[in-house]
């Protein structure tokens, strides 16, 4: 019997790794992406995620990247792993998805699987892409082609919990897809999988996961906000209170990124369509999107003049990672743009950057340059030495650090959220 070729489509932090460990199983694996760049570097074993260990790096130079469809037609299992960002307007921004679908549409053939693992609402997957698949294939669902839905749980940054450490949900649109479907992730997940009843329920799984976590940050910066007012430092607060054993210890910053600022509105979204009102999860939203502004007036407040230095410590979504979609600094040196501003962070590609945002990002840090305030954004593991020995030298004589992470000790000159 043939062996099965899958093809991933979408090569980003969730592709990459995942094509990475089919292929290490011994699959015949395959990496579909469009953007020629990106696909010139991987075949040059270049990762720009950073989400490939270094020992894996030589992989890269043995896979079969191409972003030619006719490279892909003899395809039998797809997997679709493309960003699911949302518009403007805080509704769901499925382009990618579409794509993606209509992509392997045109090569889907009989007894083809495909399964999707970008982050959507409960229903999309059978709603709007399985439709798609139809249109474009000329197949029927469930009869000729099937469908199956295994959210990713990648955590940018974070080297202990990779794809095969973390227990992987799965499900399929009939009992013999799910099945087979949760018999591939096994095969390559150590933690074991989860098979969820069906597609709608996995979904459901995924979306809730990141909205948990975003309620939770939301009701710590509310705290912080409020321990603001209160003169009371919000770290020793959360140390306290997490001496309890079911007290949970999350902390308040910034909350960006495709993950957590993302994903409740698509919840929020399917919500409405059946007429109901998300309260809770609409406020969580609401409450962190207002911290870059609560941290910005705070920062004015202690300023002295109006033109001031400020160096911002980080610009990535989060600590150790380079990807800075949807990054809440970017509204916080917009509530200071009054002011001059240095952007220094070791681990973003700064061309890359420059491509969407115009301010000023540093190299490295002038020793010798003086900064009125310098806000510690991003709690990356790099800035750890600098925070010790160098920050103090480049304050002015009234200069303050803000830091949001509650990196440095507490002196005079620092400012906590």
């Excluded at 009992?175 to 969820?196: E, F, M, P």
């Excluded at 003169?231 to 495709?258: E, Q, R």
């Excluded at 979504?317 to 200071?336: G, I, M, S």
């Amino acid at each position: 019997m043939r062996q099965n070729r899958i093809t991933i489509v979408g090569l980003g932090y969730t592709g990459l790794p995942l094509l990475i460990e089919f292929y290490k199983k011994k699959y015949l694996v395959s990496g579909f992406d469009k953007d020629f760049e990106k696909i010139k570097r991987l075949k040059l074993g270049i990762d720009y995620t950073k989400e490939v260990n270094k020992k894996d790096l030589s992989i890269l130079k043995k896979i079969n990247f191409v972003d030619n469809i006719n490279d892909i037609i003899s395809t039998d299992i797809f997997i679709i792993a493309v960003p699911t960002p949302v518009l403007k307007n805080n509704k769901p921004d499925l382009k990618y998805l579409i794509d993606a679908t209509k992509t392997v549409s045109k090569v889907l053939k009989p007894h083809n699987i495909v399964i999707y693992e970008s982050t959507v609402y409960p229903g999309c997957t059978e709603e709007i892409c399985v439709p798609i698949l139809e249109k474009y294939s000329k197949l029927k669902y469930n009869k000729d082609f099937f469908c199956g839905y295994s959210p990713e749980r990648i955590n940018p940054g974070d080297k202990k919990r990779g794809i095969t450490n973390v227990v992987k949900v799965t499900s399929g649109s009939n009992i013999l897809s799910s099945k087979k479907i949760d018999n591939l992730y096994k095969s390559i997940v150590k933690a074991g999988t989860h098979l969820a009843p069906n597609i709608k329920t996995a979904e459901a799984a995924k979306v809730i996961e990141n909205i948990q976590r975003d309620i939770n940050i939301a009701f710590i910066n509310e705290l912080a906000m409020l321990f603001g007012k209160l003169k009371i430092n919000t770290s020793d607060v959360l140390k306290a209170a997490n001496t309890k054993w079911n007290f949970h210890n999350y902390k308040p910053g910034l909350v960006g990124g495709h993950c957590i600022s993302v994903d409740p509105y698509y919840l929020t979204y399917k919500a409405k369509q059946v007429n109901f009102n998300p309260r809770i999860i609409l406020s969580g939203r609401k409450i962190n999107n207002s911290v870059s502004k609560y941290i910005s007036e705070s920062i004015k407040k202690k300023l002295t003049k109006k033109n001031n230095n400020i160096l911002v410590l980080g610009f990535a979504f989060k600590e150790n990672c380079p990807d800075f979609r949807n990054t809440k600094v970017v509204d916080l040196v917009n509530y200071l743009k009054n002011n001059t501003i240095d952007i220094y962070d070791p681990i973003i590609n700064i061309s890359e950057v420059k491509k969407y945002h115009k301010f000023k990002f540093l190299k490295k840090i002038d020793k010798n340059k003086k900064y009125d305030a310098i806000i510690v954004a991003v709690s990356h593991d790099s800035f750890k030495n600098y925070l010790i020995t160098r920050i103090n030298k480049n304050l002015n004589k009234n200069g303050f650090i803000y830091d949001i992470k509650s990196l440095i000790k507490k002196n005079k000159r620092s400012i906590s959220l």
